[in-house]
Each structure stands twice: as structure tokens, then as C-alpha cells.
């Protein structure tokens, strides 16, 4: 398990043509792991095309500040957002 | 759809809707794969079956209990699979289920902004604007205004979460426990647990 | 970078969220429950309905209704698999 709980972390900003699961206004921004799921799980990326998923991977759940999400966001300084992003979607934040 | 009320979903046989194309089309793909040995009538019955069987109820049970047990809603917080199971309720397909508790200063709200992802098993199939573009979108970057309209205005001092389910994750929402409610026992507090407070865009209702 | 179609968070839109709520219909049930079907034989499992989806043009994608996708992607992937032929279903419809 490459991240813990409370580490900044960094979504990949790479493109990627295919199926995958990392919403773009996620691509590039800093989160914090707000924890690393238990287990691990098929990857969609290959399963999507005819492949068993394998080998299975690492799933965060990751926060972002909303009010650096979005331009303008109409809402509260501590609001946030949670999504789940697999591990090789994840880069350290300095 | 009255949620939570039991229909009687006799369909012997299965018949489509003769004005939608699509409907007719959807009838054709089901006799095509059961007459190449595909799948089956009775796969086909028993999907139906469980899907029509689903409702909020069972979520609404799940938060009853724990909103009159502290310790149950510790393992439900810590894994609600597990906690679903105690109850002998059927936590779905997903391997992982979450509940998110609301709090005094914390209000969830659930979006799937690539799909649809919802605990169905436990809430029942998701409202068509759930499934809705403009949901999708602007559940995330404009959560306040979309519980504005759907009724909710949360103040400045509450923190606003919004979890966008995009894995293998089901996300619930434990909403908090209305004032004027101790006289209730946990029938009573399921019955103002309902399915918009577990996907957050509610409050439950009152007493 | 362009999003691709189902990428939709953030997404600009003016449109106010409509909240009517419509009973599922016989054909969506059934839809609903050959995927399910078609996932427990492993011949079409979540991810490549997803990207079945996920192939629809833009413009198909944002009128077709929820189960109207679904039978996109089922066709699509059930085409690939060689399990439809190209043309059987059009003709199974037609008779």
C-alpha cells in the first residue's frame, strides 16, 4: 500500500482514451487520502475489454477542497468532496 | 412509484409496452439470447424479482437501529456491509458499503457523476434525476444549490460533503436524528428515514 | 482535454434538475435483469457495459433515456463477443 491516511496526494493529469474511472475535474488537483480501502479490487481499465481485471488494485478514498476544485465555488471554505481513485492514478504531493 | 409499498409484479408472460420501439427491441435481444442458450427465463425472472423486491426500507432499518444504538451505528460507520448482514438485510452485490454520518456540522451528499452508482439493495433502484445529466454535473462543483432545490439550506457553519462514487464503493447517508423524537421506537423512527435523506438531498422527516 | 461523454462532473448547465419520477417500465426491468444475467455468465460484466456506454456519441448519448444506454452497450459488446450477429436483432425486430 503505497499511500496512508492523511497523505497529500496528487491525481495524474495524463489523458487516458479508454474506460477508466478518474472523473475529469479530479485530473490534476491535491487531495488527502481520507483512507485507503480494505482489500483490493479488478481494475476497470482492462476489465472493461474483455480481461478478468487482474491484478487487482489499491482504491482511495481521496478529499479535495471544493474551492479548489471549482473557480468560484458558491458554498463554505470547509466544504469538500470525496471520490475513490485507484493507486496508480495517485501521485506523492511534495 | 410509492416507495416501499409492495406491488404485485405479475408478469406471466413478460410483456412489452406495443407503442415503444424500444421496448419491442428490448423483448427481441431477451427471447434471442434465451433461444441461443445465453441466458435464461428464469435468470431473467429472478433479476426482476429482486429488483422490484428492493426498497428504501431496509436502509431506513439500518439507521433506525443505529440512530437507538450507539454501538451498532460504530460498526455500521466502520463497515456497513457487515452491519447490513447483522440485520439480515441483503447489503447487495458491492464489496464495500460506506455510511456517512451527518452530524450537527456535517452534511453528506451522494453523486455517481460517470454513471449511476447507488446501493440499490438497500434504497431500492435510484430516482431517474439521481441518474440525471444535470445531477451528474452539478452535484458536485454547485452541491448548495442543488439542495436549494431540493429544499435543503444548509448554513455557513456546516461543512458540506460531497462523495462521488466511482468504484466498487456504496455510499449511504446517515441522516441525523430529528428533534422531538425520543417518544419513538425504531418502527416508528423508519418510518421518517426516507430514501432522499440517504442520498442526502433531504433531512428525514418530522415526528 | 475533452471529457469524454459519461464525464460528466462539473459539466456547464443551466439546467434545473427535473424530479418527476416515473415507475420502471416491463422493458426496463427486463433490461436491467439480462445485464444482470449476462454479468453472472461473465459474457458482459459492469466495466464493459460502462464502456459500451461510454462509446455512444455525444448527441445519443445525452437524448437516449437511462435504459436505452444499457441496451447500447449491450448490443455493442454482445456484437464484439460475436454472440449477435451484425443485423440479427434489426432482423428478430422486424418479424
Not at chain 2, 92 to 121: F, I, K, M, Q
Request: aromatic content about 6%; charged content about 30%.
Amino acid at each position: 500500500m503505497r499511500f496512508a491516511a492523511g497523505q497529500a496526494v496528487r491525481v495524474s493529469a495524463r489523458s487516458h482514451p479508454g474506460h477508466h474511472r478518474t472523473p475529469g475535474y479530479v485530473k490534476g488537483k491535491r487531495g488527502i487520502v481520507e483512507r485507503a480501502h480494505v482489500g483490493e479490487f479488478t481494475n476497470p481499465e482492462t476489465r472493461a475489454y474483455d480481461d478478468d481485471g487482474t491484478p487487482e488494485l489499491r482504491l482511495y478514498l481521496v478529499r479535495f477542497d471544493q474551492t479548489e476544485l471549482w473557480p468560484g465555488y458558491a458554498g463554505a471554505e470547509e466544504d469538500y468532496l470525496l471520490t475513490d481513485v485507484f493507486e496508480h492514478w495517485l501521485e506523492e504531493d511534495a | 412509484m410509492s416507495h416501499g409499498d409492495d406491488h404485485d409484479h405479475s408478469h406471466e408472460p413478460i410483456t412489452a409496452d406495443a407503442e415503444a420501439p424500444v421496448a419491442a427491441r428490448v423483448q427481441a435481444l431477451a427471447d434471442l439470447l434465451v433461444e441461443k442458450g445465453v441466458v435464461s427465463r428464469e435468470d431473467i425472472r429472478r433479476g426482476i424479482d429482486w429488483l422490484v423486491s428492493r426498497s428504501p426500507s431496509d436502509g431506513a432499518r439500518l439507521v433506525a437501529r443505529a440512530w437507538v444504538d450507539d454501538a451498532f451505528k460504530e460498526r455500521l460507520l466502520e463497515d456497513a456491509r457487515s452491519a447490513a448482514l447483522e440485520l439480515d438485510l441483503d447489503p447487495g452485490p458491492a464489496p464495500v458499503v460506506v455510511a456517512l454520518e451527518n452530524t450537527a456540522d456535517v452534511h453528506h451528499l451522494v453523486v455517481c457523476t460517470l454513471c449511476s452508482c447507488y446501493p440499490r439493495a438497500l434504497l431500492g433502484p435510484p430516482p431517474d434525476w439521481y441518474k440525471s445529466l444535470p445531477y451528474r454535473s452539478r452535484a458536485v462543483s454547485d452541491p448548495r444549490g442543488v439542495l436549494r432545490e431540493f429544499g435543503v439550506e444548509l448554513g455557513e457553519d456546516t461543512e458540506l460533503r460531497v462523495v462521488d462514487s466511482t468504484a466498487d464503493m456504496r455510499y449511504l447517508v446517515v441522516p441525523r436524528r430529528p428533534d422531538g423524537t425520543e417518544h419513538l421506537d425504531e418502527d416508528g423512527l423508519a418510518q421518517l428515514v426516507t430514501r432522499d435523506s440517504m442520498i442526502g438531498v433531504a433531512q428525514p422527516g418530522a415526528a | 482535454m475533452e471529457r469524454a461523454v459519461h464525464d460528466r462532473g462539473g459539466s456547464p448547465t443551466d439546467a434545473p434538475i427535473d424530479r418527476t419520477e416515473h415507475d420502471l417500465a416491463d422493458w426496463e426491468l427486463t433490461m436491467d435483469a439480462l445485464v444482470g444475467a449476462l454479468g453472472e455468465t461473465g459474457l458482459m460484466n459492469v466495466d464493459e457495459l460502462r464502456r459500451g456506454i461510454e462509446s455512444m456519441p455525444r448527441e445519443e448519448y445525452e437524448t437516449a433515456t437511462y435504459y436505452e444506454r444499457w441496451l447500447f452497450a449491450a448490443e455493442k459488446i454482445l456484437g464484439e463477443k460475436g454472440i449477435l450477429a451484425p443485423g440479427e436483432l434489426d432482423l428478430r425486430v422486424a418479424t
